[in-house]
């Protein structure tokens, strides 16, 4: 048995909702994003049926219903591909150092209860 995926994905997309200088993309979002001027960049105009899957996606996570402020900012719309990763956040503008430390902070307290091992790895 490997370590609970599905747990740690959810874990952090818990701390993406919670901090408005990130966006983020995992295997189970991905697939409302849309590239381009599809998905969720019309969630701008309301014309969206990724916005309103998002939102729903997200109500049993949360245990409320995700606001529109957030599920507007909440997933990456450079239409960037996972990869090799299972998720990534992304950040509006640089970081600072200190904006990093707190992130990494904030996914060890998501992760470290379940037991995950993971590995950082950042971008310019």
Request: hydrophobic share 35%.
């Amino acid at each position: 048995m490997g370590p609970p995926v599905h747990e740690s994905i959810t874990a952090l997309e818990k701390v993406a909702v919670e901090m408005p200088e990130v966006c983020m993309m995992d295997p189970y979002v991905e697939p409302y994003a849309g590239t381009g001027d599809t998905g969720v960049r019309d969630a701008y105009t309301g014309t969206s049926t990724s916005h309103q899957a998002i939102k729903e996606y997200f109500k049993p996570l949360l245990n409320r219903e995700l606001p529109d402020e957030i599920c507007n900012r909440l997933i990456s719309k450079t239409g960037g591909s996972l990869g090799e990763y299972d998720f990534y956040f992304e950040w509006f503008r640089k970081p600072t150092t200190a904006e990093v430390m707190e992130l990494i902070k904030k996914i060890d307290t998501a992760l470290t209860p379940l037991g995950v091992h993971y590995t950082i790895t950042t971008k310019n």
